[in-house]
């Protein structure tokens, strides 16, 4: 099986180079980059006027598959991440049974190979029913496939389970990622502590909540020696701590999502309970430091943290409705249009921070331009406008804040291992 991509513009994400280049994939991997390629295919994809980049990695998604599939399922999910440009993704372990012993990291093994063909790598969980009290057995669960240890969704309140966990998981070389948020100054709590918080007379979820356990877990990587990686980071107080501990050689590293570098609490006034997400939007001045540490490195990964809720759910009133917003089908076009179309990064580095970091950090084979890799290409047009329309979404959830946003750059086509698995009708 052979498929040709010809005349797009291949954004190599190591050199920071963009040639126009075409691509023959065989077997399912890349066997040729060239400039004007002839080659007998059995499929040809006329890339011209579109950019070409490794498959996008989402390293933290909610796919609420087993148990709470009302939200939704590992197909849907599956279906929403081709739809979005993603060929591979990493899994929550917050499902219910929580993915804490081998059957359940079998079970999303098994059924990830029902769904549209994205690659989907669980993500166990690092202590029983993610309760934070017991250790869960690393070395069992990384050996039925699990690739990384969270209680995401929960902060591990316990220092010392930690420093345990990070023990166990140095041994075995697997990042633990961490949901970092002191549960004793956010519990109960919907939105940021500052000026929305007091004009709504709420009680807040201060940044330094999510700060004091950054600089913990941080202290806890030097100490072990073990590899952190910050979850979803929303302040820019955080970005500074992490980039301070990165220049002392500590093995820590950090995602944020698109929502931190473009909305900030405000939204809760104009959104509500779709605003509502943990940690919380922040201030602009969050933004602007979010946005310097994607610049400078300092944040390495771009992620989702796509966590999709019912309806019913985000009906409620504010203070009783989950936390969470999706964006499986929005990332990169937000990306696009807030990072790249303002000048503020170029797509090399974006994607490098969509795909090649990403697949580093959780040691997948993914993420890189190059010969003998696996054909996982996501095929854009940086420059094509189109309104979000969550009703389009092929998540069960409609949770996004961005419902009617006009952005700018829209994904053509998924390919996992040189197939074609979604294109834009
Ligand atoms: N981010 C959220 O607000 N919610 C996530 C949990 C998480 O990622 O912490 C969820 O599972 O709904
Ligand atoms: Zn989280």
């Keep these: 099986m052979k498929l040709l991509i010809k005349n797009g513009r291949v954004v190599h994400p190591v050199t920071s180079a963009v040639i126009l280049q075409d691509i023959l994939i065989e077997d399912g991997k890349i066997v040729l980059i060239e400039r004007g390629l002839e080659a007998e295919a059995d499929q040809v994809i006329d890339a011209s006027g579109l950019a070409v980049s490794p498959g996008l990695v989402d390293m933290h998604v909610h796919l609420r598959d087993p148990g709470l599939t009302y939200k939704e399922d590992i197909i849907t999910g599956s279906n929403a991440a081709a739809r979005g440009g993603i060929t591979a993704m990493a899994c929550m372990a917050n499902t219910s049974p929580t993915v804490d012993c081998p059957e359940q990291v079998q079970y999303v093994l098994d059924r990830a190979n029902q769904g549209s063909g994205v690659q989907i790598f669980p993500i166990a969980a690092l202590s029983k029913g993610l309760r934070g009290e017991e250790p869960t057995d690393a070395d069992a669960l990384k050996k039925a496939g699990a690739i990384a240890l969270s209680d995401d969704g929960n902060n591990v309140d316990n220092a010392n389970l930690m420093r345990d966990v990070l023990i166990q998981a140095g041994q075995l070389d697997i990042p633990v990622l961490c949901h970092c948020e002191d549960t004793s100054m956010v519990e109960g709590r919907a939105v940021n502590e500052g ?12 940044a330094i909540a999510e700060e004091l356990v950054v600089m913990r877990d941080a202290m806890l990587a030097e100490e072990t020696g073990a590899h952190v990686h910050i979850c979803h980071v929303s302040t820019a107080r955080s970005v500074e701590i992490i980039r301070k501990m990165k220049k002392k050689g500590i093995h820590i590293t950090c995602e944020t999502c698109p929502q931190y570098f473009t909305l900030t609490e405000d939204e809760v006034l104009v959104q509500g309970s779709l605003a509502r997400v943990n940690p919380p939007l922040r201030t602009a001045q969050d933004v602007k430091g979010i946005i310097a ?5 300092t944040i390495d990964a771009i992620a989702t943290d796509h966590a999709p809720h019912s309806a019913e759910e985000k009906a409620r009133p504010l203070v009783r409705a989950p936390s969470g917003m999706i964006g499986l ?5 937000i990306t696009l249009t807030q990072l790249y179309h303002t000048g503020k990064m170029e797509l090399p580095e974006i994607i490098r921070r969509m795909s090649t970091n990403p697949s580093d950090i959780l040691h997948l084979p993914k993420g890189r331009m190059s010969l003998g890799v696996d054909g996982d290409l996501t095929i854009f047009d940086p420059n094509e406008e189109w309104t979000v329309d969550p009703e389009r979404f092929a998540s069960k959830a409609r949770n996004t804040p961005f419902g009617g946003w006009k952005v700018k750059g829209r994904v053509k086509y998924t390919i996992v291992k040189g197939r074609v698995i979604y294109r834009q009708a």
């Excluded at 540490?293 to 490195?297: A, Y």
């Design 329 to 333: 089908e929005t990332s990169l076009a």
């Design 293 to 297: 540490g994607l610049k400078d490195g």
């Design 195 to 206: 000026s929305v918080s007091r004009q709504l007379w709420l009680e807040g979820r201060p």
